[in-house]
C-alpha cells in the first residue's frame, strides 16, 4: 500500500482484488434494467401516438417498480444500523469511514508496508476458522477479533526468529503467535503468569515461551536483552517481533525498544486522540500539519457539530467536550500523557506534544494501521466510530464476501474491540 493510501480518504480496494463482489452484482442488475428499458423505448417511437402513449405509462411503471426492487437489493440487511446511520444524511456507507479525519504518522522516506489488500483478504480467508479453534473463547479485556487477525497476520509475514510480548493476560495473544509462527520461540513479560488464570477457566501457555512472569516479571524496560537474545541465538535484531499490549506509554516503549535494536513493533492499543489509558502513537501524531490531523476546540466549528452528533452513536466516539481540557488542550487526552492503564499521568504543553511527534517521525520507516476488518453494518460492532478509522478490508454492503470469508459465523461481540492496532518499522533517527 502507498502512503498516500495512509492519508483521511481512501479510494475502495480494487473490485478485481477480492474474492467476490456483491457491488457488481448490482450494477449487473441495474444495467439490465437500463437496457430494457431503451429497447422499449426505441420500438415505442415508430408506433402510433396512443400507443406510444400507452408505453410511456407502462414504462412510468415499470421504472417505479424496477426502482423500488433496486432499492430494496441495495439495503443493508441489516437494517437497524442503516436507519441509525441515515440520520448523518445517508452519508454513512464507506464516505464515513475517515469523514472526521484520520490522523497517521509520517515515516522518514515515506515507505510503506509490503502487503495489498488482496493479501489481508487472503488472509483472512485462512484465520476465521483458526480464530475458530481458539482455547480462549471469552477473551474481555484481550483482544478481540480485528487485532487477532492483524498480529496473525504481520507476523506470519514478518516470519520473525524469535517473538517477544509484553502483557499476556491469560494467553491468547501467545496463542495468536503460536498460530502464526508453530516453531518460533517466544518470550512473554507479564506480572501475573498465564497459568494463574487456569485455574479460573481457558487460559493458555505455551510449551516453547520464556515467561518473565508472576515472581520473574521484568517490565521491559529494564531487560538486559542482549545475554538473552544470544541464548536465542539472535544475531539480526532485523528477525525480531515485539508486540506490545501492555498498556504503557507508547513513546516511552519506543525509546525503550529503539535502545535495545529492535526494529519490527506492533501496537495493539494505538488509541485515539481523547481516549485510552496510555499515550499512544496515533494521539502523538495527531497533528495540525498531518492531513486529517489536529483538533479545534471552538464549539461552534464543524468539528464540534459532527462529533456531538457521531457520540450518540458510537460508544467511543468523543464530543468537544470530552476531546478537549483546560485551555482548549485536545493532544493526548485532553492534554495528558497517560502512563501505566492512566495510573499515572501528565499534563504536557503542546510545544512537548509536537516534538514527542518530531522525534517519532524522525525513528520511523514504517507506520501502518491496521484497517477494521468489516465494516460496521456487517459486524455489528458499536464501539469505534468510523469516521475515525480507515476503510475496513470488507467494506459495508459486501455481505456476499463477509459471509463467503467465514466471518458471519463469529459472534458479533469478537468485534468490539478494534483500536487501530499498528505495525511501525523503526531505525536510528535521523538529524
Ligand atoms: C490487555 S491485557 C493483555 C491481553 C492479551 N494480550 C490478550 O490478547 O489476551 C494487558 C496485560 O498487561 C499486563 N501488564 C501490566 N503491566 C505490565 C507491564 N509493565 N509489562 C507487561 N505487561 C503488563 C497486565 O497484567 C495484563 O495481563
Same mark, same amino acid.
Given at each position: 500500500?502507498?502512503?498516500?493510501?495512509?492519508?483521511?480518504?481512501?479510494?475502495?480496494?480494487?473490485?478485481?482484488? /477480492?474474492?467476490?463482489?456483491?457491488?457488481?452484482?448490482? *450494477?449487473?442488475?441495474?444495467?439490465?434494467?437500463?437496457?430494457?428499458?431503451?429497447?422499449?423505448?426505441?420500438?415505442?417511437? @415508430?408506433?402510433?401516438?396512443?400507443?406510444?402513449?400507452?408505453?410511456?405509462?407502462?414504462?412510468?411503471?415499470?421504472?417505479?417498480?424496477?426502482?423500488?426492487?433496486?432499492?430494496?437489493?441495495? /439495503?443493508?440487511?441489516?437494517?437497524?444500523?442503516?436507519? &441509525?446511520?441515515?440520520?448523518?444524511?445517508? !452519508?454513512?456507507?464507506?464516505?464515513?469511514?475517515?469523514?472526521?479525519?484520520?490522523?497517521?504518522?509520517?515515516?522518514?522516506?515515506?515507505?510503506?508496508?509490503?502487503?495489498?489488500?488482496?493479501?489481508?483478504?487472503?488472509?483472512?480467508?485462512?484465520?476465521?476458522?483458526?480464530?475458530?479453534?481458539?482455547?480462549?473463547?471469552?477473551?474481555? +479485556?484481550?483482544?478481540?477479533?480485528?487485532?487477532?487477525? @492483524?498480529?496473525?497476520?504481520?507476523?506470519?509475514?514478518?516470519?520473525?526468529?524469535?517473538?517477544?510480548?509484553?502483557?499476556?493476560?491469560?494467553?491468547?495473544?501467545?496463542?495468536?503467535? &503460536?498460530?502464526?509462527?508453530?516453531?518460533?520461540?517466544?518470550?512473554?513479560?507479564?506480572?501475573?503468569?498465564?497459568? *494463574?488464570?487456569?485455574?479460573?477457566?481457558? #487460559?493458555?501457555?505455551?510449551?516453547?515461551?520464556?515467561?518473565? !512472569?508472576?515472581?520473574?516479571?521484568?517490565?521491559?524496560?529494564?531487560?538486559?536483552?542482549?545475554?538473552?537474545?544470544?541464548?536465542?541465538?539472535?544475531? +539480526?535484531?532485523?528477525?525480531?517481533?515485539?508486540?506490545?499490549?501492555?498498556?504503557?506509554?507508547?513513546?516511552?516503549?519506543?525509546?525503550?525498544?529503539?535502545?535495545?535494536?529492535?526494529?519490527?513493533?506492533?501496537?495493539?492499543?494505538?488509541?485515539?486522540?481523547?481516549?485510552?489509558?496510555?499515550?499512544?502513537?496515533?494521539?502523538?501524531?495527531?497533528?495540525?500539519?498531518?492531513?486529517?490531523?489536529?483538533?479545534?476546540?471552538?464549539?461552534?466549528?464543524?468539528?464540534?457539530?459532527?462529533?456531538?452528533? &457521531?457520540?450518540?452513536?458510537?460508544?467511543? #466516539?468523543?464530543?468537544?467536550?470530552?476531546?478537549?481540557?483546560?485551555?482548549?488542550?485536545?493532544?493526548?487526552?485532553? @492534554?495528558?500523557?497517560?502512563?501505566?492503564?492512566?495510573?499515572?499521568?501528565?499534563?504536557?504543553?503542546?510545544?512537548?506534544?509536537?516534538?514527542?511527534?518530531?522525534?517519532?517521525? /524522525?525513528?520511523?520507516?514504517?507506520?501502518?494501521?491496521?484497517?477494521?476488518? #468489516?465494516?460496521?453494518?456487517?459486524?455489528?460492532?458499536?464501539?469505534?466510530?468510523?469516521?475515525?478509522? /480507515?476503510?475496513?478490508?470488507?467494506?459495508?454492503?459486501?455481505? @456476499?464476501?463477509?459471509?463467503?470469508?467465514?466471518?458471519?459465523?463469529?459472534?458479533?461481540?469478537?468485534?468490539?474491540?478494534?483500536?487501530?492496532?499498528? +505495525?511501525?518499522?523503526?531505525?536510528?533517527?535521523?538529524?
Amino acid at each position: 500500500m502507498q502512503e498516500s493510501t495512509l492519508s483521511v480518504r481512501r479510494p475502495p480496494p480494487n473490485p478485481d482484488e /477480492s474474492a467476490g463482489d456483491d457491488e457488481s452484482k448490482t *450494477k449487473k442488475g441495474s444495467s439490465f434494467n437500463c437496457l430494457s428499458m431503451h429497447a422499449a423505448a426505441r420500438s415505442a417511437s @415508430g408506433g402510433a401516438a396512443v400507443l406510444l402513449l400507452l408505453l410511456v405509462a407502462v414504462l412510468l411503471v415499470s421504472f417505479l417498480l424496477v426502482s423500488r426492487s433496486r432499492s430494496a437489493s441495495c /439495503s443493508s440487511p441489516f437494517d437497524s444500523l442503516g436507519s &441509525r446511520m441515515s440520520l448523518f444524511g445517508g !452519508a454513512y456507507l464507506a464516505s464515513d469511514f475517515g469523514s472526521l479525519g484520520v490522523p497517521w504518522c509520517r515515516s522518514k522516506f515515506g515507505k510503506t508496508v509490503e502487503w495489498t489488500s488482496k493479501d489481508l483478504l487472503k488472509g483472512l480467508e485462512e484465520f476465521v476458522p483458526i480464530y475458530e479453534a481458539r482455547p480462549i473463547k471469552n477473551n474481555v +479485556y484481550g483482544m478481540g477479533f480485528d487485532h487477532s487477525f @492483524g498480529l496473525w497476520f504481520m507476523t506470519r509475514w514478518i516470519k520473525p526468529d524469535l517473538m517477544i510480548e509484553s502483557g499476556a493476560f491469560k494467553g491468547h495473544s501467545t496463542w495468536v503467535l &503460536r498460530q502464526a509462527m508453530p516453531e518460533t520461540p517466544i518470550i512473554s513479560l507479564s506480572p501475573r503468569h498465564p497459568e *494463574k488464570y487456569l485455574k479460573k477457566g481457558p #487460559a493458555y501457555v505455551d510449551g516453547n515461551c520464556t515467561y518473565f !512472569a508472576g515472581k520473574d516479571f521484568v517490565d521491559f524496560g529494564s531487560v538486559k536483552w542482549e545475554p538473552i537474545l544470544k541464548k536465542h541465538g539472535i544475531s +539480526y535484531l532485523s528477525r525480531v517481533v515485539v508486540f506490545f499490549d501492555d498498556h504503557q506509554n507508547e513513546l516511552k516503549r519506543l525509546k525503550q525498544a529503539l535502545k535495545a535494536g529492535f526494529q519490527h513493533l506492533i501496537f495493539e492499543d494505538n488509541y485515539d486522540t481523547g481516549t485510552g489509558d496510555h499515550y499512544s502513537l496515533r494521539q502523538i501524531c495527531d497533528q495540525v500539519y498531518i492531513r486529517g490531523g489536529g483538533h479545534s476546540c471552538f464549539k461552534d466549528s464543524d468539528e464540534a457539530r459532527i462529533r456531538m452528533k &457521531r457520540k450518540k452513536f458510537w460508544e467511543k #466516539a468523543v464530543d468537544i467536550d470530552e476531546l478537549c481540557g483546560k485551555g482548549e488542550a485536545w493532544w493526548g487526552v485532553r @492534554g495528558h500523557m497517560r502512563d501505566d492503564f492512566n495510573h499515572s499521568n501528565k499534563a504536557i504543553s503542546y510545544a512537548e506534544h509536537f516534538q514527542n511527534s518530531r522525534f517519532v517521525e /524522525s525513528v520511523l520507516d514504517v507506520y501502518w494501521e491496521l484497517p477494521p476488518v #468489516a465494516g460496521p453494518s456487517l459486524t455489528h460492532q458499536t464501539r469505534y466510530d468510523p469516521a475515525r478509522a /480507515s476503510d475496513p478490508i470488507v467494506e459495508d454492503g459486501r455481505y @456476499g464476501l463477509f459471509q463467503r470469508l467465514g466471518l458471519g459465523r463469529l459472534e458479533t461481540s469478537v468485534f468490539n474491540g478494534y483500536t487501530q492496532m499498528v +505495525y511501525l518499522r523503526i531505525s536510528a533517527p535521523t538529524a
